[in-house]
Antibody, heavy 122, light 113 residues
C-alpha cells in the first residue's frame, strides 16, 4: 500500500524557516518524480514544486522561487521542502504527492499524503 | 504559465441528477505526438487530501465509480457525474500537467440541492 506521511509543519514567525518532510512507503520511491502542493485555509490547490527521480531536475512555482528548495533522499525514501523567508501568504497545508515515473505515461498526482500545516504569524 | 479556469464556481444538483463541471485552459494541453491530453480531475472532500479521479482527460483512475466521466480535448474539458450520490459532495479541481508550473483550476464546489 502506497503511503505518504508529511511532518515538520508548525507555527513560524514571518522571515523564519521550516523544513517539511515526507516519508514514502509501498512503492519504489527512487523511480518516481515527487511533488509538493499547498492549500491555504479555505482556498484552492497550488502546485509548489517537483523533483526528478534522482534529484537532478527541480521546478518551482514563481511565488516560492528563491525561498524554497525541494530535495530528496532516496536511501531514506524521503522527500523534503525547505521553506525560507516565510511570509503570511505561505500559510497553508502542504501535501506531498507522487508524480510520474514516465513523462510519456504521466497521469497526474496519484497518491497524496494527509498534509502538514504551516502557519506563518507573529 | 497555463491558466486553468473552471465553471461554475459552485453547483447544486439533486440526488440522482447529472452534474457537469467545465475546465478551460489558456493554451492546449494536448500532446499530438502521443495523442494524449495532459489534464487531470481531482475530488477533495472536507478535511481530506485530493483524490485523483480522471487522467488523460477521460481515463478513470482505478476504483473510481463509472458515474464519473471526463471528456474534451485541447483547451476545453468537462467532468460529468451521471447520477449524483450523496458521497459526491466535494470540491472538484482540474489540473494540467502539460507544462511547469503544473496549474490547478480554482475549484468547483458541488452540493446537493
Amino acid at each position: 500500500e502506497v503511503q505518504l506521511v508529511e511532518s515538520g509543519g508548525g507555527l513560524v514567525q514571518p522571515g523564519g524557516s521550516l523544513r517539511l518532510s515526507c516519508a514514502a512507503s509501498g512503492f519504489t520511491f527512487s523511480s518516481y518524480w515527487m511533488s509538493w502542493v499547498r492549500q491555504a485555509p479555505g482556498k484552492g490547490l497550488e502546485w509548489v514544486a517537483n523533483i526528478m527521480e534522482d534529484g537532478a531536475e527541480k521546478y518551482y512555482v514563481d511565488s516560492v522561487k528563491g525561498r524554497c528548495t525541494i530535495s530528496r533522499d532516496n536511501a531514506k525514501n524521503s522527500l523534503y521542502l525547505q521553506l525560507n523567508n516565510l511570509r503570511a501568504e505561505d500559510t497553508a497545508v502542504y501535501y506531498c504527492a507522487r508524480d510520474h515515473n514516465d513523462r510519456w505515461d504521466e497521469r497526474g498526482l496519484d497518491y497524496w499524503g494527509q498534509g502538514t500545516l504551516v502557519t506563518v504569524s507573529s | 504559465d497555463i491558466v486553468m479556469t473552471q465553471s461554475p464556481d459552485s453547483l447544486a444538483v439533486s440526488l440522482g441528477e447529472r452534474a457537469t463541471i467545465n475546465c478551460k485552459s489558456s493554451q492546449t494541453v494536448f500532446y499530438s505526438s502521443i495523442n494524449k491530453n495532459y489534464l487531470a480531475w481531482y475530488q477533495q472532500k472536507p478535511g481530506q487530501p485530493p483524490k485523483l479521479l480522471i487522467y488523460w482527460a477521460s481515463t478513470r483512475e482505478s476504483g473510481v465509480p463509472d458515474r464519473f466521466s471526463g471528456s474534451g480535448s485541447g483547451t476545453d474539458f468537462t467532468l460529468t457525474i451521471s447520477s449524483l450520490q450523496a458521497e459526491d459532495v466535494a470540491v472538484y479541481y482540474c489540473q494540467q500537467y502539460y507544462s511547469t508550473p503544473r496549474t490547478f483550476g480554482q475549484g468547483t464546489k458541488l452540493e446537493i440541492k
